[in-house]
């Protein structure tokens, strides 16, 4: 079971620069979701999706494009690269959203990825 | 004010020790507390979790929460160079909040 994948690895950019980060997931969950981890600031959520054909943004959204056309993949888009996004991106998934399903603790545990290393230079 | 408040550390302690992290939380309807662990250049993954009060104990991790203080721990008893790694705090509330994450070594 392979859980959630995320390509590449790594990646470097020029400023201006468009690429989409993939992620997917094997586990039939509902819930998807990319963070942005930098030193200091912890985990900070960017998009969120309770499942297909509906996104929403988090904390951090601007730069950033997602969909979710399949209950597998969710990617996401950053249309013209900054330096400032140079970041450690995350993918995660749980069965269930926190957002509709608040009291489901259990289902609500979000599995990560490897992450993907982005630097924009 | 943030949803949850973490100390980065760094946390340096010996082969053995008790290691105790800790995280304050501001919203007192928060039930549900989570623990991740996150491995050098990993993702991170699930620890332990909790609901409510009282502690929970798995092995040689014991996670507590005080809800009068709002304030979550977690207890590595007889720690290991394994154990290095960075914990963060995560609460459940609509969605995930986690904290900074303190990175924690333990030495031989």
């Known amino acids: 079971n392979a859980g959630v994948t995320q390509t590449p690895k790594f990646q470097v950019l020029k400023t201006g620069q468009s690429m989409t980060l993939q992620c997917a997931q094997d586990?039939?969950?509902?819930?998807m979701s990319w963070y942005r981890q930098d030193p200091g600031m912890g985990l900070r959520l960017i998009h969120y999706?309770?499942?297909?054909?509906?996104?929403d943004q988090g904390e951090v959204p601007n730069g950033y494009n997602v969909s979710r056309s399949t209950t597998e993949d969710f990617p996401l888009r950053l249309l013209s690269a900054a330096p400032s996004q140079t970041s450690v991106y995350f993918c995660a998934s749980s069965y269930s959203s926190p957002v509709t399903n608040p009291m489901g603790l259990a289902k609500n545990i979000q599995y990560f990825g490897a992450g993907t290393r982005l630097s924009v230079l | 004010q943030k949803e949850v408040e973490q100390d980065p550390g760094p946390l340096s302690v010996p082969e053995g020790a008790i290691v105790s992290l800790n995280c304050t939380y501001s919203?007192?309807?928060?039930?549900?507390f989570m623990w991740y662990r996150q491995y050098s250049r990993k993702g991170p993954e699930l620890l332990m979790y909790t609901y409510s009060s009282g502690n929970k104990e798995d092995g040689r991790f014991t996670a507590q929460v005080d809800k009068s203080s709002k304030y979550i721990s977690l207890f590595i008893r007889d720690s290991q160079p394994s154990d290095s790694a960075t914990y963060l705090c995560?609460?459940?509330?609509?969605?995930?909040?986690f904290g900074r994450g303190t990175q924690l070594t333990v030495w031989p």
């Open positions: 995560a609460i459940l509330g609509g969605r995930l909040y």
């Open positions: 999706s309770v499942g297909a054909g509906i996104t």
């Open positions: 919203n007192s309807a928060f039930q549900y």
């Open positions: 586990m039939n969950h509902e819930y």
